[in-house]
C-alpha cells in the first residue's frame, strides 16, 4: 500500500520564499503569514494523510456502482466526503455570504494539491462542485446565488458540468440538446450528456447539473448555446427539495483510472432547467471559469506524480538490488539500496526537479488569479490566461510520464496493482485528456492566446524572464540564469518563427503547437527554479536553521537546468521543421 | 472494439525490399522468396485476424482466475489457443526433429508481430514456451530434449521460466531457492518465485517449468545457480504423464494489463527438478537465450504501437471535429475529421514512423541472430548482442509512450475500457519492465555491451552508419543522409564522452546511460529509415507497380529524420552533463 505525506514544507517555501504572498499587495494576502498558511496546511495534510489517502486505493478497487439508477460510492468514501465537508475546505476560497471563508485561490490550490495527491478521485466530487460554484457566482442572477450556493459551499448539494455529447467534446458547436422555453420562464432540457464526472453519487442530497445546450433562435454552431442550471431534485422556494427533475444517469463508464469517481451518461429528457447568464452566451460563461479549471487540471497531473514520487524514493531506499559501482553501501546487507544506483537517481531526480518546479509554477499562476481577480489586475489576467494552457497541457503530459517513471522504479511491482503504483499513473492519465485534450490546450496557447492582445502578454512573459536573467548579478546564480537564458533564447525563436510562417501557412505554426507548449513549459519550469534558486540562496545568506533544505533545492535546480531545460532545443529544431513533414502523406497512406 | 489489420504488406517490405532475405547467404533463406514469405504472413495475418484479435479484449475483461488451484483463463482463449496450435505456429522456426518447421528465426519474428499485436497476453502462453525450448535445445540433454520437446513444440505442453523471487529480480545472486541432490540423480526443489507467466493454467495438458535455484556447493551469488527442469506432472519414460509434482500455485496477480495471461507466485516444496546442463552454470544457460527473449520484448513493445496506431488513424478518418484552418474539407459535415489537424497528423506520424522503423529494426536484428546461428558469424553475434538492449529498452519506451498517444486521438473514448485503446497502453506498459527493466538494459548497454570484445561491436555499428552515409551518392538521398549522419556523430560523441570519463568515475557513464540507449535507438532507427528510403527510391526507380506505397515510406522516413531523429542532441547534452548534476543530493534529500 502506497504511503502520502503532504509535503508542507515545500509548500511554505514556494509561498512565502518564492512568492512572497505575506507581503503581497494583492488584497487578501496580508492575512497569510507563515504561521497562518502553515496552520491551513498542517490541518489540510492531517486530513489528506488521514482520511484521504486511506481510501484512495480502495475507490480504485471497488469503483463505482449503478444499481436502480443510484451510484453507490466505493466504502469509505461517504465517510470521508463528510469529513472534507465538515472541515469546510470546499468554501475555502469562496465568498462568506454564501459560508465560505473568502481566503485567496491560491490557499485553495495550496491546500487542493494535497487533497488531490491523497485521493483524486474523492476530490473531484468536491472539485466539480467548486467549478459550478464559480459558474454560477459569475454568471447567475441574485436569486439563483441564494437557492444554490449555500448548499454546494458546504457539500450538501454536489455540482457538475455537462458538456461533452456522444459526437462531440472539443467542438461544441455540434452540441444537439435542445432547451425549449416554458411558460413559467424555466426551459425544458432534452439530450444526452457523457464523460459526466460526479454525475450521479449516494453522497450529497441533491446535484445541480450545469448544462451547455441549444436554445431556439442561437443560430448555428457555438454562438446558439446556453447555460443551464438542472437540479436534480427541484428546489422550493424555502430551499427544501420537491419533486425529481427530468434527469437521470443512463450508465456509468468502466474506465482506465479514476475509478473511484462516477463518471456518467445523463439522460435529460424534458428536465426543468434554469438559463445562467445571457441567453445564447453559454459558452462565454463556460470560458470565464476555464483558467481556474484548467490549472485544477494541471495541479491533477503534477498532484499524482508527488505522491508517485514520494513512494518510488520509498521503495528505492528499501529495496535491495546489486552494488554501488563505486564502492559497496550497505556491507552488512545482502546488497546496496536501490537509491545507489546513477540510473535511479536519474528517474528520481527528473521526478523531483519536475514535482517541485511544476508546484511552484502552478502556485504562480493561483496567485495571478488572485491579482486579476482581487485587484482587477489586467496584466496578471493576460499573463495566466497565456500560461494556462502551457499549465494544464505541459504539466499533466509530465505529471503522467512521472508517474510511469515512479512505477519504473518497483520493477515488477510496479506493475500489480496492489502496490498502488499504477494507480497514480492510470488516475494521472486522464488529465491529459479531460477540461480540453492536451493538444486543444496546444491550439490554444499557439492559435489565440500568443497573439491576444497583440502579443502583449507573451511580451510580458519575456520581460519577466529577462528580469530573472539580468537579475542582481549574483555569481553564483550565474550556471542557472546562462540555462533560463538558453530556454528562453530557444523560446523566442520559436515564437520568431510562428510569426514569420504562421500567417502564410497556419500549418507551420499548427505542426509545432504542442512542441511549442512543452517549449514554453520548461521555460516556465526554468523560470521558476532560478526565481527558487534565488530564494534558496538568500535564505541560505539569511543564516536560515535548515541550510540542507536550502542546499537541497539548489541541487536540484541544477539537476533541472542540466538535465531538463536542455529540451528546448529540440522542441525549437521540430517547430522548425515547419509543416511540410507532418502533412506530407495522403489520408490514404495514414 | 478496436480492430486489427495485420501489415503484411509493410512486413514483405521489409524481409524483402530492405533485408533481402531471399538473396541471403543465411542457409534457410534461399527458400524465403516472395511468394512464400507471402503464403505464410497471409496465414498468420488470418489468425491474428480472426482468431487472436476478437478474444483480446474479452481477456482484458475476463482476466484469469484461482479456482481450486486451477487457473481459469478468459473465454475463448482456449479455443484461439488451440488454433495457434493446430497451425504448428509455435514450432516455425523449431527443429524437425521435435515436430517444427525449422523455419528461419526471422519468420517467427515477422509472424509473432502480428500475432502479439492482435493478442499479447495470449500469445505469451506460447512465447513463454518457445523460450524455455530455447534453454533446452540449447543446454539439455538428449534424453531431456526426446522427453520434452515434441510436446512442447506442439504446445500440448507449455513451458514458463521461474527466476524472480520476492526480495529479488534484477539481483538473481539473491535467490534462496535451493536445490537439493537426490539419489536418483534428481533434485528437490524448494523455494517460491514470483512474476511467472503461465505458470499456470487450463490451456496444457503439463507444464514444463524452467527453474533458477542454488545446489549445495555452488558458491555465494549469481555463481551457485543452477537450472532446472520441473514438470507439473512427472513424465513417465513411455512420455505418459504420471503424478502431480509438488510445485503448486500460490495465487495470482492482479495486474495492470496482459490480465489474459497468468501471473503466478509458485511454491516448489521438495518438487522433483532435473538439472539442465552443468551445475552452477544456470546464469550463462539462461544468458544464452536473453538475446531472443529481449528481441521478443522489444516486439512486444512496439506491436502494441502498431494495432494502437491503426486504430487510431481509423479513429481519426472517422470521428468529426473542428475545422481545417486552410479550408473545409468536408463541406457536407458537421464539421471535418481529425485527421485534417496538423497536432492529430503529428501523433500519427510519431506513431507511424515509429512502428515502421521498429519492424524493420527488428527484422534485421532477428536475421542477425540467424546469421549468428545459422552461419556461425561471430561479428553478427557480437552486432546483436550489441543491439539487444536496444532493441528492448527503446522499442518498449517508446512502444508505450505511442499507445498512450493513440490513446489521446480517442479523447475522452481513450479513457474508457470499452473502446480499447487503454488495453493497449496496459498491456504495452509491462514491456518496459519484464525480462530486464529498461534500466538494466541502459546498464547492459553501458556496463557491458559497449566494451564488449574491446569495443569491437560499436565500431561494427558505425562502420554500418558510415557506408549508409557514404552510399551511392543518389543525390535524391542527401537529405536522410545528413540526418543520420548527424545522429550518427552525437552517438560517437557520447560514446566519446564515456570513453574519456567513465574509467574515472563509472557513475559518469552509468548516469547516462539511459539516454544513451535512447540516443543508440533514434541512430538505429534513423539507419534503417535511410535503408528503408534506399530501398523506396530503389522500387520506384525499378518501376513498381505500387508507387504510393513507396512514395509513403519516403515521407515517413523523413518525418523521422525531421522530427524525431533530432532528439539524438538532447541525450547528448544530458550524458555529457555527467554524474555530478544526478548524484548531487544527499539520500536524506529526496
Request: net charge negative.
Amino acid at each position: 500500500m502506497p504511503s502520502y505525506t503532504a509535503p508542507v514544507k515545500d509548500m511554505q517555501f514556494v509561498l512565502h520564499d518564492v512568492l512572497g504572498i505575506g507581503q503581497s499587495d494583492i488584497p487578501g494576502y496580508e492575512e497569510l503569514d507563515r504561521d497562518t498558511t502553515a496552520a491551513i496546511l498542517e490541518e489540510a495534510a492531517k486530513l489528506a494523510e488521514g482520511v484521504l489517502a486511506p481510501v484512495n486505493a480502495i475507490g480504485d478497487r471497488e469503483g463505482c456502482h449503478l444499481e436502480n439508477g443510484v451510484v453507490r460510492t466505493p466504502s469509505g468514501f461517504a465517510e470521508a466526503f463528510a469529513q472534507v465537508k465538515e472541515g469546510g475546505w470546499n468554501g475555502l476560497d469562496l465568498p462568506e455570504e454564501f459560508g465560505g471563508q473568502n481566503l485567496p485561490y491560491v490557499m485553495n490550490s495550496a491546500t487542493g494539491e494535497f487533497f488531490v495527491s491523497a485521493n483524486m478521485a474523492l476530490n473531484m466530487y468536491q472539485g466539480l462542485t467548486h467549478g459550478a460554484i464559480s459558474a454560477i457566482l459569475a454568471h447567475g442572477s441574485d436569486d439563483q446565488k441564494a437557492q444554490y450556493l449555500p448548499k454546494m459551499v458546504s457539500l450538501d448539494w454536489t455540482g457538475t458540468m455537462n458538456l461533452t455529447e456522444p459526437h462531440c467534446g472539443t467542438d461544441l458547436g455540434l452540441i444537439r440538446t435542445k432547451a425549449e422555453p416554458q411558460d413559467d420562464g424555466s426551459y425544458a432540457i432534452t439530450g444526452q450528456k457523457i464523460f459526466i464526472s460526479a454525475g450521479e453519487h449516494d453522497m450529497a442530497e441533491n446535484i445541480i447539473h450545469l448544462v451547455l445546450a441549444k436554445a431556439p433562435g442561437g443560430g448555428a454552431g457555438t454562438k446558439g448555446i446556453s447555460l443551464f442550471i438542472v437540479p436534480k431534485f427541484m428546489v422550493n422556494d424555502d430551499g427544501s427539495l420537491g419533486a425529481r427533475n427530468g434527469v437521470s444517469v443512463g450508465s456509468i463508464e468502466d474506465k482506465m483510472g479514476i475509478h473511484g469517481n462516477a463518471t456518467c451518461v445523463m439522460n435529460y429528457d424534458g428536465a426543468t432547467g434554469y438559463l445562467v447568464g445571457d441567453l445564447h452566451k453559454g459558452m462565454r460563461a463556460m470560458f470565464t471559469m476555464m483558467n481556474e479549471a484548467r490549472l485544477g487540471v494541471g495541479l491533477q497531473g503534477y498532484a499524482q506524480a508527488v505522491v508517485a514520487y514520494e513512494n518510488a524514493v520509498a521503495y528505492a531506499k528499501d529495496r535491495l538490488q546489486g552494488r554501488d559501482v563505486t564502492g559497496t553501501k550497505n556491507p552488512e546487507g545482502p546488497a546496496d539500496p536501490l537509491l545507489v544506483h546513477p540510473d535511479i537517481r536519474r528517474v528520481l531526480m527528473d521526478q523531483k526537479s519536475f514535482v517541485e518546479g511544476a508546484r511552484a509554477f502552478t502556485m504562480w499562476g493561483a496567485s495571478l488569479i488572485d491579482r486579476a481577480h482581487r485587484r482587477q489586475d489586467a496584466e496578471a489576467d493576460g499573463l495566466i490566461s497565456l500560461m494556462t494552457p502551457v499549465i494544464k497541457g505541459f504539466l499533466t503530459d509530465k505529471g503522467f510520464d512521472m508517474c510511469v517513471q515512479a512505477q519504473q522504479v518497483y520493477g515488477g511491482h510496479g506493475y500489480i496493482e496492489e502496490w498502488g503504483m499504477s494507480q497514480f499513473a492510470r488516475d494521472a492519465r486522464i488529465a491529459m485528456i479531460y477540461e480540453g485534450a492536451n493538444g486543444v490546450q496546444a491550439l490554444d496557447l499557439v492559435g489565440r492566446k500568443l497573439a491576444q492582445d497583440g502579443g502583449k502578454h507573451v511580451m510580458a512573459f519575456f520581460a519577466l524572464v529577462k528580469d530573472e536573467v539580468a537579475g542582481a548579478g549574483d555569481p553564483r546564480m550565474e550556471d542557472i540564469r546562462a540555462a533560463l537564458k538558453a530556454a528562453s533564447k530557444d523560446l523566442q525563436a520559436a515564437g520568431q518563427y510562428f510569426m514569420e510562417n504562421g500567417m502564410k501557412n497556419p500549418n507551420d505554426a499548427l505542426s509545432g503547437s504542442t512542441d511549442f507548449m512543452h517549449l514554453f513549459g520548461h521555460a516556465c519550469l526554468g523560470l521558476v527554479w532560478t526565481r527558487m534558486a534565488r530564494a534558496a540562496y538568500a535564505a541560505l545568506d539569511a543564516g536560515t536553521a535548515d541550510p540542507a533544505f536550502y542546499e537541497a533545492k539548489l541541487a536540484t535546480a541544477r539537476y533541472y537546468m542540466a538535465r531538463q531545460l536542455p529540451a528546448t532545443a529540440l522542441h525549437l529544431a521540430r517547430i522548425r521543421s515547419g509543416a511540410a513533414p507532418v502533412m506530407a502523406l495522403a489520408e490514404a497512406d495514414f
